[in-house]
């Protein structure tokens, strides 16, 4: 059997030891151990990370578009604030997911861990 490569399986939420288990256990908390080869996932920890990428692209998209509407339409403010601001939380809870897979799945590939001194 071929293994997933870490990243793939880090962008569709699995284990990225075996690509088969799941890597999450709700919207975005890290499952303790993956429940088909029983790898260790509680030390897996993505910090900011995620989210300073998704700020980022998601506010790129975003602005521009706003931007673009705004000096090619015209519209009213209110038209804004109903397009843009359910767009932003859209993408933005969309993105969290995959991003934190890949970023899970990263630390993985490169075997990343935390170094503590005098342990």
């Not at 709700?26 to 998704?54: M, W």
């Not at 998209?61 to 339409?73: A, G």
């Not at 519209?75 to 899970?104: C, D, E, N, Q, Y």
Request: net charge neutral; aromatic share 10%; proline share 6%.
């Amino acid at each position: 059997m071929s293994r997933l490569n870490p990243y793939l399986a880090g962008l569709i939420g699995r284990c990225p030891n075996c690509g088969q288990g799941r890597l999450f256990e709700g919207f975005i908390k890290v499952a303790a151990r993956c429940e088909t080869c029983g790898f260790d996932l509680s030390s897996a920890d993505s910090g900011d990370g995620p989210v300073v990428f998704i700020l980022l692209i998601v506010g790129m998209i975003v602005v521009f578009s706003m931007l673009i509407v705004e000096f090619t339409i015209h519209p009213p403010i209110w038209v804004h604030l109903v397009v843009w601001l359910p767009l932003t939380v859209v993408l933005s809870l969309g993105a969290m997911r995959p991003f934190k897979g890949v970023l899970i799945a990263a630390q993985f590939a490169n075997k990343a861990s935390e170094h503590r001194h005098g342990e």
